[in-house]
């Protein structure tokens, strides 16, 4: 395994354990406030929203 093979694999590592290291209640939220999402990206439009 070269350099760069070996740089890639360490920072799938690091991706893996951050992702892994997210506390679920965090995803809980996001779905919790789709709608409210879905709604503002309707009135706007399309347009950009606070989201």
């Not at 070996?6 to 992702?19: D, H």
């Not at 809980?28 to 929203?49: F, L, N």
Request: proline share 4%; net charge negative; aromatic share 10%.
């Amino acid at each position: 395994m070269g350099a760069g093979e070996e740089a890639l694999k360490a920072l799938e590592n690091a991706l893996v354990e951050a992702w892994n290291d997210l506390p679920d209640r965090l995803f809980e939220q996001c779905a919790d406030s789709m709608p409210y999402r879905v709604q503002a990206v309707i009135d706007a439009k399309g347009w950009h929203t606070k989201y």
